[in-house]
């Protein structure tokens, strides 16, 4: 019985965060993306922040299951680059099982862990791109253009995700 419990439950986290990441692509095409990087960029990432906060709920070789299978999805429908996102995703629930070891974030705590999430994403992501010469985008331009205004929709956005996380937490648990 406690099987199915811990199976239903990764079930309804792997749904929450699909629809997290459907609602990311939805928003995506009401915010502004600018392929010429002559604007400004902002990157939703309702998917990322609700990952961060729900593997910690999810116990054991179960929480790197959920980061892979996070990851693969991620990799394939929004990247052109399997691997990262998978390591990625697998760092993120290594950092906030074993690094942060809060089992329950204020909504302070969760609004700055989500957001520094989403800043070593981008910044690692970046760097990747840097160093294999895939972009040229100058850095202080990439912090202005793309890092800024994503962060701060993206705390704003981290208020709903953590709210929504304490219904859902409560109603699986």
Known sequence: MRTRMRDSYLFKCFFIVFLCFLIDSTLSFFLPYNYTKTTITIVPCLGL????LLVKTIEGAERYFFAAICGVYYSIVYANSLAIYILIYCL???????????????LPEAMVFCV?????????????????????YPIASFLTMRILPT?????????VVYWIYNKVKIEVE
């Open 49 to 52: 922040m609700m990952f961060t």
């Open 92 to 106: 993120i629930a290594f950092i906030r099982s074993y690094i942060v070891k809060l089992d329950s974030l204020s």
């Open 116 to 136: 520094l999430t989403i800043f070593a994403q981008e910044i690692v992501l970046y760097w990747l791109m840097w160093i294999t010469n895939i972009t040229r």
């Open 151 to 159: 962060l701060l929709v993206n705390v704003v956005l981290s208020m």
